[in-house]
């Protein structure tokens, strides 16, 4: 077998790094962009939406090439050294995901962070207080958005497999291991592959419903 | 302690340059202050602005004279302390109508227990102890808005601000609703707005009428006669 | 609230760089990496992988990492400068490479043949042919009679270089037929497609032989193997170290591995266990004549 047992935990184990760091890594702009975007009151505010609405079907592979041409040893970022690295996955795919991060997000904000820092401060609580109680009041929501997004990026194979080079225990990751085993021929390889990342997405989108609703009391 | 809110030559927009507010000047004081208008004439935007929630695009807030968006944020905090605003769709939070009632005492920094007490006397007050710990999804949409007002009266702020509050209430509730605003527009003041005001009417000190965002009308006696004729 | 979003995104961040710190050592800990661009085929197979683990009992601060992809892309890798070393079957691209500059020091490691397969059925009748030009123009007769396809790989792999100089031995351009089928895709995904359309099919025979024994392809048999045209030689090359910057050094040590007795043994053997049948011949030996093959492809190309 070209993919051995042994490989497998480490495969898992960096797709979910990998996958989780590029998620969080996009939050960290995405969530600031989104308030400022619906905060905002400039007349092209929905246009902008509408365009990064678009994008999030945008295919994985051309991310994954221009990125390529970019991180490559002749691209313009070349001298950084990332190209097949992890770190140049993990880049990669918090790029990707970022269109359907703020998409979501968007909405999340529009509908219920505006709604209830309004409550907040209509009832008069102070900035520091009425931010918290947002958070505490949007925190399922928020959870959807990052485990859809999650679920995004680890799913991907163009940006993994063309930055990450799908190099044997550096950046081999589920999505690579599978495009892998197809080619190797290896097809019960690349269906249980399949199921592994289907039952890890179910096991987490489980643990969030249980957790929401916990939450709910 | 807020006596007075002057909203001074007032511009807002939701979108840059399409304004839903032009050039509003109106004064807001203790009793009971009717603003009334069709739909999408700006009634909403207008409190909001008043109630110090939403920052105009131009004019000034004045707060007993002093402009609240050049306040430094301690001021801001103490005045908003004194106003709150009641949404016309009610805003609840996760938990039970306990709960909500208290949040506005929570967010102000009360101790829980203190609140809870608070709470109770009020709920007591309002016969609504039996749908103390319904939780929001159980309430219908009038309990929802009631729970909002009591959450809001329970701050005992100066000035009160209620969006369309007797919306979606049946007949019990309105009466409700209708006898705690003769109540406590005695000691505050109480803005409400609506376009179908007529069972506070008779009740009404002043009133303002606005129509594109614009205001036609602050005479209370003409505004009102208005009002009585459409009727 | 901006100032709390502004203090999450710098946690946010803190956090990813600690976590991708920490999927860094997830990874092997090597002095040296050495990147060698490869042809998906010569990859699955196997060999490169199990030579590279050789490699490291003698080296052990090197690690030999490949990137899998066509023989066009591999070559191209190359002129980006983001490999060390390139191995794949492709002459006439490799010529052109070597005549911008952008890989040295080539030499040939190992060769096997390339196999003509097809139907069980065989309706243009190559079965056991000698001459695989004249088995491509029963083909090309077969197509336009509309007994069988034709399937290409399509992508400028090694073997679809290999395909189209064979064509063009013929005489007869089969481009734009209705029963030739391009592909786009790697050896075992258009091997499953001919398999799937009875159709004929060039393909490397280790591909082929390892998805036969996987049970995948159910209808394909080996038809033609013979001839000095179905040569499939495999070579290696340096990327220029005075173009790009690559690890001369151990770039250097692992060629003369392949090359070495020692190497070139482990190619000899690889794949009996598994297949019953070796995939690979070692150049050892050999090097005049392959180097002679070697010429004459990198023309025909």
């Given at each position: 077998m070209l993919i051995t047992m042994e490989e497998l935990p480490g495969i898992i184990m960096r797709s979910i790094m990998i996958s989780g760091t590029a998620t969080l890594l996009s939050t960290a702009w995405s969530l600031p962009l989104t308030i400022k975007l619906s905060l905002s009151k400039h007349p092209l505010k929905e246009s902008l939406m509408g365009i990064l609405n678009s994008l999030v079907g945008f295919p994985t592979v051309l991310v994954g090439l221009l990125l390529y041409l970019v991180f490559s040893s002749s691209g313009p970022l070349g001298m950084l050294r990332l190209i097949y690295t992890p770190q140049a996955i993990i880049i990669g795919e918090a790029l990707l995901i970022t269109p359907l991060m703020m998409s979501l997000l968007y909405e999340v904000v529009c509908r219920s962070v505006s709604v209830y820092w309004e409550l907040a401060i209509s009832l008069g609580a102070s900035k520091r207080r009425a931010t918290w109680f947002v958070m505490e009041q949007t925190l399922p929501e928020l959870m959807i958005v990052l485990l859809m997004s999650f679920s995004r990026a680890i799913g991907e194979l163009g940006v993994a497999l063309l930055v990450g080079g799908n190099i044997k225990g550096f950046t081999r990751v589920i999505t690579t291991s599978i495009a892998l085993a197809i080619e190797a021929g290896e097809f019960d390889l690349a269906v249980f592959l399949g199921m592994v990342l289907l039952t890890m997405m179910i096991l987490l989108a489980t643990t969030v419903r249980l957790l929401r609703a916990w939450l709910e009391k | 302690m807020v006596r007075e809110i002057v909203l001074k030559d007032i511009w807002f927009s939701y979108i840059k340059k399409k304004y839903v507010l032009r050039g509003v000047n109106i004064k807001l004081r203790r009793g009971l202050t009717l603003v009334v208008g069709p739909n999408a004439s700006g009634k909403t935007t207008l409190l909001k602005v008043a109630s110090c929630i939403y920052m105009p695009d131009q004019g000034r807030v004045l707060v007993d004279g002093v402009s609240y968006w050049d306040m430094p944020d301690e001021e801001k905090e103490r005045v908003r302390r004194n106003i709150v605003y009641v949404h016309e769709s009610p805003i609840l939070i996760r938990g039970s109508v306990l709960d909500n009632i208290m949040a506005g005492l929570l967010l102000r920094g009360i101790d829980r227990r203190v609140a809870e007490k608070k709470a109770l006397v009020l709920l007591e007050r309002w016969h609504m102890r039996h749908l103390m710990m319904k939780r929001r999804s159980e309430l219908s949409r009038g309990e929802q808005q009631l729970v909002c007002i009591i959450r809001a009266l329970l701050l005992s702020p100066d000035f009160m601000f209620l969006d369309e509050p007797l919306a979606h209430l049946d007949l019990r509730n309105r009466r409700l609703i209708v006898e705690l605003i003769r109540d406590i527009k005695r000691d505050r003041a109480v803005v409400v707005a609506s376009n179908n005001p007529h069972p506070l009417l008779d009740d009404a000190d002043h009133a303002i009428l606005i129509q594109n965002g614009v205001v036609v009308g602050r005479n209370t006696h003409e505004v009102k006669d208005l009002l009585v004729e459409a009727w | 609230m901006k100032r709390l979003s502004i203090a999450l995104a710098t946690a946010m961040i803190i956090v990813s760089l600690v976590l991708s710190y920490l999927s860094l050592s997830l990874t092997p800990k090597a002095k040296v990496v050495i990147r060698v661009s490869t042809t998906t085929s010569l990859y699955v197979t196997g060999l490169l992988d199990h030579l590279a683990e050789e490699l490291k009992k003698r080296y052990p601060e090197v690690e030999v990492v490949f990137i899998s992809v066509g023989s066009g892309a591999a070559l191209e890798l190359a002129a980006k400068g983001d490999v060390d070393v390139v191995m794949v079957h492709a002459p006439s691209l490799e010529k052109k490479y070597i005549e911008r500059g952008v890989i040295v020091n080539g030499a040939i490691f190992a060769y096997n043949y390339f196999v003509l397969v097809g139907p069980s059925e065989d309706p243009a009748r190559v079965k056991g042919l000698e001459d695989i030009v004249e088995a491509f123009k029963r083909i090309y007769q077969a197509g336009e009679l509309g007994h069988s396809c034709f399937v290409s790989r399509g992508d400028m792999s090694g073997t679809h270089v290999r395909e189209l100089m064979i064509w063009n031995m013929t005489g007869l351009n089969p481009k734009g037929r209705l029963w030739y089928v391009e592909s786009g895709t790697g050896m075992s995904k258009t091997l499953m497609l001919a398999d799937n359309l009875k159709a004929y099919t060039l393909s490397d025979i280790g591909t082929f032989l390892k998805l036969k024994k996987e049970g995948v392809l159910k209808n394909l048999v080996m038809l033609v193997s013979r001839g000095s045209l179905l040569i499939n030689v495999y070579s290696i090359h340096l990327v220029n170290p005075s173009r790009y910057e690559v690890n001369k050094e151990y770039a250097r040590r692992w060629m003369e591995f392949i090359l070495s007795d020692d190497g070139q043994e482990l190619i000899a053997s690889y794949g009996k266990d598994k297949y019953?049948?070796?995939?690979f011949n070692p150049a050892k030996g050999r090097s005049e004549e392959l180097k002679k093959m070697w010429n004459l492809l990198s023309e025909g190309g």
């Open positions: - | - | 019953g049948v070796a995939l």
